[in-house]
């Protein structure tokens, strides 16, 4: 049966019971408490009760004070001007004798036996008022003290909760758990069996912490507060029951362990919500910080990633993706999250309390090699031209290949010059015209002179074309126009190569005059007498011919093609000139706003 104190007891006693509550089981101190709180609040609805009613005769008596003061006011003027009036007839009397002054002196005595029992009135209703006032300072004094006890239970409870939470959290307990394993390959037995008991181990920590909450009287709170506090669980003593492999794969075992917490001083107000003083003797300073607030042996390690379907490992043991919460033993951990495409994120970690850990993983980048090949989409469908990785690095250029460069940058060179078609979707898209166009002329060799050939442009170069062939009759103006608007389309900035980006693209690593060597071969490109079937005819398809090693085609012959040098340089060779002029090194000057039927481009996108 639960002992109570009566109320009368504990409002003259509040000190005893703490004394009492020692004697009790944390469990029925608060359940005391509480009861002597209803009691209390009971008592103080009456105390504000009859306050209230005193304030109100207060008031009364004090109105009625002042009606009687008005009347007294009133009658002290009466009484004032019957004092004149009889002082009045009797000088008349001094001088007429006949003067009667007892209707005079009759109203005087009247009024004077007014005023008396009016002040009379008054001094009553003064002390009713004093006496009102007196009674209201005691109920007001009543409702203090009963508050002030309501505020020291209010306290005693709070440090009850405490108590008790802290009762609920010490008891010893036992949990069984199971914990299955698939170990590496590359594991020996007795390597599986720790990893797979230290899982099981966290297992046992993770449901006795859970037990723990759960049993506890005010387990909803105590969840929601779990992250604010560490409750130090120890694994006391664990024996294995059974363990082996049980499907030729994945190694079992199952224990039966033995574990308490010990939180410290301070975690029980965490939990429970309140200020740390609680958890202290009285004279703790909030704020105050105790060595052994720092004691951990299990944490909790949450960790999160910026990537989905990641993959978590502590200490080589995989935990799934994140987000996960896994706990711990105190000290030094291996953090890996990794995703397939992204670099692996590794970090040690000195665990001593419970901690969020988010990595960032980041995107490989692809490697970038010599040769690899790639195009940027115009639009959500068409493709760009397609380009040619150019990495950094020592290259030997000029004639004789006696210079040497170094590449800073890598870049993308076109695998092939720009074709007719593709410049014909740049000039249906803007409704550009070229330099040639607005001159009406466009540049050709006849008879070894160059001959500027009217109605002659890039749709009509002197020689039937192909969609593939490569476009002519177009200005270094019109190259960089096009190149501008493709950047724009593609989001990346396009260009045309410089000089030495063109002569290395071309080279492919050659030290040589051709990427093939020292002697030009007939048949291998379109120069003017190299026997092709458009030698000094006409233009041949950019693909007609084999790639350079890089896969870079027309690199020799075809068509001059433009560089960024403001000179106006041309590169390569063209169908209508001698293999001579086709070598790596050769140029071709050319103002910049010339067009000719042998003067194409190839463009060039910036790498960062």
């Not at 409002?11 to 608060?30: D, F, G, K, R």
């Not at 190694?251 to 958890?279: F, I, W």
Request: hydrophobic share 35%.
């Amino acid at each position: 049966m639960l002992t109570r104190f009566s109320t009368l007891f504990l409002a003259l006693s509040p000190c005893l019971l703490s004394s009492y509550a020692l004697a009790e089981s944390p469990v029925n101190t608060v359940i005391v408490i509480e009861d002597q709180l209803f009691s209390k609040h009971a008592e103080l609805k009456d105390a504000q009760q009859t306050r209230k009613e005193q304030q109100a005769t207060v008031s009364q008596y004090q109105q009625e004070l002042t009606q009687i003061q008005q009347q007294g006011k009133a009658l002290n003027e009466k009484f004032q001007t019957a004092k004149t009036q009889l002082e009045t007839d009797y000088q008349r009397m001094i001088d007429d004798p006949s003067v009667d002054l007892a209707a005079t002196q009759a109203a005087y005595q009247d009024v004077w036996k007014d005023l008396k029992q009016n002040q009379n009135e008054r001094l009553n209703s003064e002390q009713k008022v004093e006496e009102a006032k007196q009674l209201l300072i005691t109920y007001n004094a009543k409702v203090s003290a009963i508050e002030k006890d309501i505020a020291q239970f209010d306290e005693s409870k709070i440090r009850a909760r405490v108590e008790r939470l802290k009762a609920e959290l010490t008891p010893e307990q036992e949990v069984s758990v199971s914990f299955t394993n698939r170990c590496q390959s590359d594991m020996t037995l007795a390597q599986c069996d720790t990893q797979t008991r230290d899982l099981a181990l966290q297992k046992a920590v993770k449901t006795f912490q859970a037990l723990l909450i759960e049993q506890t009287t005010e387990s909803e709170i105590v969840q929601a507060n779990v992250h604010k506090a560490a409750l130090n669980i120890h694994v006391l003593r664990h024996k294995a029951n059974s363990s082996g492999f049980y499907d030729g794969e994945r190694y079992r075992t199952m224990l039966d362990v033995s574990l308490e917490a010990r939180p410290n001083e301070s975690a029980a107000c965490s939990l429970l919500g309140v200020d740390k003083q609680y958890c202290f003797k009285p004279g703790y300073v909030s704020g105050q910080q105790f060595q052994d607030e720092q004691e951990i042996a299990w944490v909790t390690l949450d960790v999160r990633s910026n990537q989905y379907n990641d993959q978590v490992f502590v200490d080589g043991v995989s935990y799934g993706s994140t987000p996960v919460e896994i706990m711990l033993p105190i000290g030094q951990h291996h953090l890996v999250v990794k995703k397939e495409g992204y670099r692996t994120f590794e970090q040690n970690l000195a665990l001593n309390s419970d901690r969020s850990f988010r990595a960032r993983l980041k995107q490989k980048a692809n490697e970038l090699k010599a040769g690899d090949k790639f195009a940027d989409l115009i639009g959500s469908s068409i493709k760009a031209p397609q380009l040619v990785a150019i990495v950094p690095g020592e290259y030997m250029l000029g004639e004789n290949a006696s210079n040497q460069f170094f590449l800073d940058h890598a870049f993308g060179i076109g695998a092939t010059p720009v074709t007719v078609s593709q410049f014909d979707h740049f000039v249906r898209q803007t409704d550009y015209q070229t330099d040639a166009e607005m001159k009406n002329t466009c540049t050709a060799m006849e008879n070894g002179e160059v001959t500027a050939v009217e109605k002659s442009y890039w749709r009509n170069p002197g020689f039937k074309q192909s969609s593939n062939s490569p476009v002519v009759c177009v200005s270094r103006n019109d190259a960089n126009a096009y190149a501008k608007w493709l950047s724009s389309q593609t989001g990346f900035q396009y260009r045309l190569p410089s000089e030495d980006e063109w002569e290395i693209a071309a080279r492919a690593g050659s030290q040589a005059d051709y990427w093939w060597g020292n002697h030009f071969v007939t048949g291998d490109a379109n120069t003017g007498w190299s026997s092709s079937p458009w030698a000094n005819s006409s233009t041949a398809p950019v693909d007609a011919f084999k790639a350079n090693p890089l896969g870079i085609y027309d690199a020799v012959g075809n068509i001059w093609q433009w560089t960024n040098n403001p000179q106006g340089i041309a590169k390569g060779g063209a169908w209508n000139f001698s293999p001579a002029k086709a070598v790596a090194h050769e140029r071709l000057y050319l103002s910049s706003a010339s067009a000719a039927n042998y003067v194409g481009f190839r463009i060039v996108r910036t790498i960062n």
